[in-house]
């Protein structure tokens, strides 16, 4: 059974879940809006089996509908299609938790302005969950992308030199325990060929079950 948090997210964020089998494009004003970042998702879709989910702006539902006719040329030329033809188009894998890895806490929440937080953390408006070395120098961190009340998403970065130890899977198997705590649900996105990323999520405890995740946003 889909969790109810999961279920609640995906109705706030999209505009409508569930769906039957197909492609369904729908409206929500949520496109229009500035996200957790200050930036647009002008398209978000997610993908769970034989149905998908696209939700884009009110005014372009018309037009995406008839481009989803011939589905090989939807995602060409949806960035164009939702405003953006500039932009790039995610394909991801799209992950969710409810049982984080019983891994040890590493890290430390710290606000984003902290010193030393590189440039991608600095863009969260909470506190960032960071692990530094011994001398104070950040190592990897994660931020947690609100999308709503139900539904967080995790991002992770671990600096070249600090791969290899185990640092981010603990960070977000910890970050993971945090949302689930604070009442909803941790999401985790990655491309579908970073193998570095897929490992991380499996290893926190983040299952892939077959879903996806594509969309129209800066990078």
Known sequence: MLDRRLHLHLASWLGQWPAGPGLHVVRSSRR????WDG???PAIAV??????VLSVAPDQVAAVRELARQPADLLPTLP???????????DDVFRW???????????EWVPPTAAGLP????????AVLVVRDERGRYLAGVGVKRHDRYGHELAVGTVPAARGRGLARRLVAQAARRVLADGAVPTYLH?????????????AGFPDRGWGSYGVYPS
């Open 97 to 107: 938790c409810v049982a984080p890895a019983p891994l040890p806490d590493v890290g």
């Open 39 to 41: 930036r647009l998702r």
């Open 191 to 203: 491309g579908r060929r970073n193998i570095a990323s897929a490992r991380v999520a499996e290893a």
């Open 32 to 35: 229009t809006r500035p996200a």
């Open 119 to 126: 440039s991608w953390l600095r863009l969260f408006d909470r």
């Open 80 to 90: 164009a299609a939702v405003g953006h033809p500039d932009w790039t188009m995610h």
């Open 47 to 52: 993908r769970a089996g034989a149905s998908t």
